[in-house]
């Protein structure tokens, strides 16, 4: 077994000695900085180490950002909603919003960008009843309708960098520059930012491998008055905006886009949001637009002979790794933060690069390496989710991030990471170029698709909250189950038909967004598809309110799917005669504690006989499974993640694509259990996800049966009896 | 204290002796017979009691509906719905249906009444491309899209009136004829209806009071295969339909009523629906009719020197007794069946009549009386109820109905009956015409107003649903509370404004039901008065998801009033910061036990610093209040009955009205108990609402403060101290 290579680990000043050792414990084959510490001379005798240099295209540089006010980046802000209560109303523009980071631009095209809108009637108030005052901040809007709610939607000048920001105020700075993004959309930044990397590259010699943080556009963050998160959409494009941008898609797509565009009532085209096509056409524009530029500034790096590397997080909007530019860039490698099996896949699946890395939790900062810590303990939990999706989609490469002087205060994490790195060197070198077994193809359906695997219910990044857990946890038991996962969108199904190889389609979500869908469940032609597509025996697994729009009588359009329909008030005179749930069922086969259906989307019922109850409580069908020709729907009210939640999702696609005979193979009996087939290099691991011991029944490969005992997060090789 | 007057008693043949004691007991001073039991000779000799008979107006002449089969009544309905798999789709007609009630009318103008919908694409079929084959009763439908859902709309005769057949089936009647329903509308039925009511007056001298049961059109109510109820409605007009009544209707609108105009989505225009103008005009046509010719038979009545009565069920479809025809039938009373403070309210507040009367609970059948029950339990619960309500709106008499030697079994029970009749007969000869200490006006705000006074949320009546329980809560404390209460359409305010000496106005349902009111929530007129009478001093109370309707970034329209937004996916990217409850607060003052919030609105959120969060768990405000100029605005999640909750909306009450101050008169601390004052008579009462003793502190008319000890269910008149 290798003890050295696929490991980063950072710098840190001052600690060259104490590195060495680290380096050698972990295997550490490279070394990184990051915003705020800076590569040392000492790095580079540091041994055989490869240098990654952190390196910013679009801020860091405040005279030239300074000099050119002009080409400072931009978005478009909602006011705070105002309710007239008389014929006229005043209130101060940036309300709300913290100043030392967003300032409103007054000068860019006001007759067209600053626009105040009557949110009662839905429409834009004229010119001629506002007043801006500059001196004050101020707007005043004359001949409001006493009642009716006005905003002010205008552009502002993004003066901080949010990320930059964050560290700022986290790590309570004071002697810094405070870092001005400017735009790549601005000729003369875009000038400036090849010049100064080519002048980085030049004086850099040392730097293997440039790891940009990230290119031109940061995701959308906005501070309110307490320097805290006003508003975060780690995929949103709203800070991507300029004058040259507009004027761009303009020329391309034929039409002008609308401060509304932008500012989308409020909500800011968050991923929630089913997408407007104007946003659509947008977010391509910006995604062409990005790709173009940073694969010049790739170019460079790789003329330098160095290697180019993007940090998936921070300013990397535009460059959608799943995206049909992203090739273009012509990278070497992506790396991201992963705190769970989905975050690893959303890294390990990018394709069109050379490697990917994963940088894990813990960071080694004092919020979890303080005086009696454990930080071992998150350690292990972060490595045994990932180590599921590993399993079934292997990042290249691992790294931590923080302090290694104060990583090294706790043995036991020391030798965790050690244990971690070894067993994550064996699994790669096990398994990397093979395909994992994987019988079936789960389309996971909602309205990014492709575009956005892996992204779907994020607000910030990897924050889960309480309207995503019920849901986030499909996708985490997805990212670690034997199955091949797809991300389909609602527009794939309408233009081009159900791509073939897909066993079971997966809708999940809340109604009205974009993964439930919203109106698109009132599309004839997916709903045609759909239910032709599970008449000839495909499988439908709607999870929370599927195929929700209220509409000619039904609220889950594929009701006649599901066998289950929502009761919304409009169905109480009906009788609900269906309610006594089935006594057994192969779905619920694992089932050893009441099911955790979350935050569980309230009032299914049965809509016939043939419905199979499989959960019922609380007057309502929690979970359900019902035959459609020769295919089958399951309606399940929300799944958090849990062992138990993967198992019952295990059995529930295999119980809709018909295909429960084939489910003892590779599997384990015990939910806290998988089992990893490769055939093709003849292996399989039996593992133990818990941090507890296990007993399990388990199937190999040609389903003979044998039991095993696994230590506590256990990973068991084992050679495949089949030919 | 009179032993005597105010009460009805069932007849029941051959039992006459225990009758007569029963009478004495109890007091009674009139006599009925219902369904099923007949007026016997006997009757006319039990004493004072003036005797009732109950009528039937359209059914029970079954000789004469055979001979006039196309005057039978009708009712569009809607079949199952069929997904098509190819270019054809076939199914019976009937299905689902209980064919010995309905009957398919396969020739009243076919090409407008039957009618094929593609509930996929929401547009009618061709008749070009639909078979109907009477000999098999199936429809065929040709060239269907694969995937397309298909219905059948039809008009069908209801071969048997529901109520008889319910009676019928429960009873396990063998040898009686199944009632026939016969239509007003139809020219030879009406004479008939009145020829018969003609000779039945003559023939019946000894009956005092006619008590019709009821008028023309049943409620609607259909059977399915099962002889179970498939769809009930009690408010549904769905049966009153006819040949005569479509043309009449477009004769005097202009424009014909359609197929789907009745069947609307498989919905049927349920009262939960918000109304749509057709619908609308339609039952205001019903209702025009039914009461001019209900007119005519209660002239008859008179000139037969009887008093007509009218039952509020059964055939009650177009009497509508808050709506602005039913003073024209001329009626001297109403009576109803109660069970709850809300039931007992929706017959007291009837106007234009004499008098009205509560049928209470339990029925002297088997199902409560049988050896070793406790009747008397649910009659004193029933009872408690019901007496909150008439302490502040009375009905003028009260009765039991069922089997009289049932209850004669049960000696508490007659017991326990003689001193309700005792406590009612003292509460009226105390309170009747005073007008009770109510210094607050609530007005309920729906899309029903006045037109349906206390009968929000109903499907079966009486019955509670998991989904109205948290807002019938509502109406019932509302209807023992010390306020005047009001129901206000939303159409009022727009067309009127708010109407003077409204102190709070309450929205409470399910967001898209005519309860909440959905788009209706678009219409701004409503929204600018409303936000300018709270802004002025108003109180706005809202309950579930109150004024939800997702338009221009907000999903309450009111949020602004409320303080309260609720996530629905769209806002998850904005921070929420403000989740801390206020420590004391004048709505929870009385809140000794965890609030139970029924089904619980989710996720609301408050949306700025100065809302007031009361209650705040599992990461939502469940409630909270917020001033709005002048006024305040209160949000509750959810409120089912009980005495804290009924407390819990008393204080909210007064606070969003802002007259705490005035809260201590007639007031009484402990939340099982209530003060009821009769300013006019000088008098007071303190009554204990529960079955146990209770202790508690209470104020009088001047606010002078006392405590006192309850017995269960004990009311106690005190005189006033004040002038």
């Known amino acids: ?47 055989p180490a490869k240098i990654y240099a952190t390196y910013f295209v679009a801020r860091g540089y405040n005279a030239f950002a300074r000099e050119h006010p002009e080409e400072r980046q931009r ?3 909602m006011s705070c909603r105002h309710t007239a209560v008389g014929a006229e109303v005043s209130f101060p523009i940036m309300e709300g919003y913290f100043d030392q980071q967003l300032e409103p631009d007054y000068d860019w095209d006001p007759e067209h960008n600053w626009e105040v809108r009557d949110r009662t009637r839905g429409t834009v108030v004229s010119h001629e009843y506002v007043s801006i005052k500059r001196e004050s901040g101020t707007v005043t809007i004359q001949k409001t309708v006493p009642g009716h709610v006005y905003t002010l939607s205008f552009p502002a000048f993004i003066n901080w960098d949010p990320t930059q920001m964050y560290n700022y105020i986290t790590n309570d700075w004071k002697d810094r520059e405070r870092d001005i993004p400017f735009d790549a959309h601005g000729e003369l930044s875009w000038a400036y930012m090849k010049t100064a990397l080519s002048h980085w590259l030049a004086q850099n010699p040392q730097v293997d491998v440039v790891r940009f943080t990230t290119f031109f ?52 085209n968050n991923s929630f949001r089913p997408p407007r096509q104007q946003y659509l056409d947008y977010i391509e524009y910006i995604q062409r637009f ?18 180019a590397m993007m940090f998936l997080g921070d300013n990397w909007i535009g460059t959608e790794p799943y995206g049909k530019h992203f090739q273009k860039i012509g990278l070497d490698a992506v790396v991201g933060s992963v705190n769970s099996g989905v975050t690893l896949r959303m890294i390990a699946d990018i394709p069109h690069v050379k490697y990917t890395e994963a940088r894990f939790l813990p960071y080694f900062f004092p919020d979890s390496f303080y005086p009696g810590a454990h930080p071992e ?35 036991a994490f020391v030798e965790c990471v050690e244990h971690i790195a070894g067993e994550f060197r064996e699994i790669l070198d096990t398994i990397e170029g093979q395909s994992p077994y994987a019988p079936l193809t789960v389309a996971v359906l909602n309205s990014w698709g492709e575009l956005r695997s892996w992204q779907s219910y994020i607000a910030a990044h990897g924050m889960v909250y309480k309207q995503t857990y019920s849901y986030l946890g499909v996708l985490e038991a997805l990212s670690g189950m034997a199955v091949n996962v797809r991300f389909l969108a609602f527009s794939d199904i309408v233009e081009n038909g159900i791509p073939e190889g897909i066993d079971v389609i997966l809708n999940a979500g809340d109604a009205g967004t974009a993964f439930s869908g919203g109106a698109c469940w009132k599309n004839e032609t997916l709903l045609e598809r ?25 609220y889950l359009q594929l009701s006649d799917v599901l066998g289950i329909e929502q009761e919304r008030g409009f169905t ?80 529930s696609i295999y119980y809709a694509a018909g295909r429960e005979k084939d489910l003892y193979r590779y599997y384990a009996q015990n939910p806290c259990c998988e089992v990893h087939g490769y055939r093709s290099c003849g292996k399989y691991a039996l593992v133990n996800n818990s941090m507890e011991i296990q007993h399990t029944k388990f199937w190999d490969g040609a389903g003979a049966e044998r039991t095993a005992d696994l230590a506590p997060g256990e990973i068991r090789w084992m050679e495949t009896e089949e030919a």
């Not at 990005?290 to 290697?307: D, F, N, P, S």
């Not at 599970?534 to 729009?549: H, T």
Request: aromatic share 14%; charged share 25%.
């Open 1 to 47: 077994m290798r003890k050295y290579g696929r490991f980063t680990i950072p710098t840190q000043a001052g600690f060259a000695g104490e590195t060495k050792e680290l380096i050698r414990r972990w295997g550490a084959d490279a070394i990184r900085n990051s915003d705020g510490t800076d590569l040392t001379d000492e790095t580079a005798s540091l041994g």
């Open 75 to 77: 978005i478009f802000l």
């Open 217 to 268: 556009y940061h995701f959308t963050l906005v501070y309110n008055t307490l320097k805290k998160e006003k508003y975060v959409d780690w995929l949103g494009y709203g800070a991507a905006v300029s004058p040259g941008a507009l004027i761009g898609f303009e020329k391309e797509y034929g039409y002008k886009l609308e401060p509304e565009d932008f500012v989308d009532e409020g909500y800011y």
């Open 290 to 307: 990005v790709c173009e530029r940073a694969a010049q500034l790739v170019e460079m790096v790789h003329e330098a002979g160095k290697e």
């Open 377 to 411: 303990v998150e350690a292990m939990e972060n490595w045994l989710g990932a180590r599921r999706a590993i399993l079934r989609s292997p990042v290249s490469r691992i790294g931590y991030g923080g302090y290694l002087s104060l990583a090294a205060e706790f043995p």
């Open 530 to 554: 759909l239910r032709m597509w599970v008449w000839n025996g495909g499988g439908f697994i709607g999870i929370g309110d599927p195929s929700a729009y209220p509409y000619q009588g039904r």
């Open 572 to 651: 109480i005179n009906e009788d609900k005669d269906y309610t006594k749930p089935v006594k057994v069922h192969f779905i619920t086969e694992d089932v050893t504690e009441p099911i955790d259906f979350g935050e569980c989307r309230r009032n299914g019922y049965a809509l016939t006989p043939d419905c199979e109850i499989l959960e019922y409580s609380h007057e309502e069908v929690r979970l359900g499974a019902h035959a459609f020709g020769k295919g089958r729907g399951v309606y399940i009210a929300g799944l958090p993640y849990s062992s138990q939640n993967t198992r019952l999702l295990l059995r």
